[in-house]
Antibody
Framework: QVHLVESGGGVVQPGGSLRLSCASSGFTFRSFGMHWVRQAPGKGLEWVAVVSFDGSDTNYAASVTGRFKISRDTSKNTLYLQMHSLRTEDTAVYFC???????????????WGQGTLVTVSS | DIQMTQSPSSLSASVGDRVTITCRASQSISSSLNWYQQKPGKAPTFLIYDASSLQSGVPSRFSGSGSGTAFTLTITSLQAEDSATYYCQQSYSTPPTFGGGTKVEIK
């Protein structure tokens, strides 16, 4: 059974940095792309970033390009999101999600973690 | 970016009712359309992929249809546990984008 557990959220001042982690188990981590999706309080879902199954390719939403970096450590079965220059509008619950198709990128979020809250506030 | 528009934004229905949610894409996305269910305070769960294929374990009262720019999610006999917000999402191109959500409440 797929199990995804995010951590690293918290309160940070505007302009600050934070690194989120997503520990994965229950599937062959190195075979699947991984995503970050966020949800601002009371709002809908917004895709943030994706890393390919082998870490060779990444892609970002325009709203975070140049500020966020997605990466993965296959030896630790862990996904990361390094966030810099945080803004108040980045306040959200951040979910990691497993790609729906192995070895490829089909932009489908088959399994989700429980989320970690990031609050950007002075 | 492809824009996804859902309607209605909310609805109230009784147990046993048939419920239909509509999702429209700003351009053709073939059948690259997914549906998710999200209950309050929880992560979304994956319901339907490729517009009409039911994810394993999802009750058969859920179904999806459509192609091109117009899609529907139907719950044939609403149950109390179906109270949730439903999101459509296009997987046709990057960035993947979501509809604004439809909140389903039980009368």
């Amino acid at each position: 059974q797929v199990h995804l557990v995010e951590s690293g959220g918290g309160v940070v001042q505007p302009g600050g940095s934070l690194r989120l982690s997503c520990a994965s188990s229950g599937f062959t981590f190195r075979s699947f792309g991984m995503h970050w999706v966020r949800q601002a309080p009371g709002k809908g879902l917004e895709w943030v970033a994706v890393v390919s199954f082998d870490g060779s390719d990444t892609n970002y939403a325009a709203s975070v390009t140049g500020r966020f970096k997605i990466s993965r450590d296959t030896s630790k079965n862990t996904l990361y999101l390094q966030m810099h220059s945080l803004r108040t509008e980045d306040t959200a619950v951040y979910f990691c999600a497993k790609e729906g198709c192995g070895g490829g990128d089909c932009n489908t979020f088959a399994s989700w973690g429980q989320g970690t809250l990031v609050t950007v506030s002075s | 970016d492809i824009q996804m528009t859902q309607s209605p934004s909310s609805l109230s229905a009784s147990v046993g009712d048939r419920v239909t949610i509509t999702c429209r894409a700003s351009q053709s996305i073939s059948s690259s359309l997914n549906w998710y269910q999200q209950k309050p305070g929880k992560a979304p769960t994956f319901l339907i992929y490729d517009a009409s294929s039911l994810q394993s374990g999802v009750p058969s009262r859920f179904s999806g249809s459509g192609s091109g720019t117009a899609f529907t999610l139907t719950i044939t006999s609403l149950q109390a546990e179906d109270s949730a917000t439903y999101y459509c999402q296009q997987s046709y191109s990057t960035p993947p984008t979501f509809g604004g959500g439809t909140k389903v409440e039980i009368k």
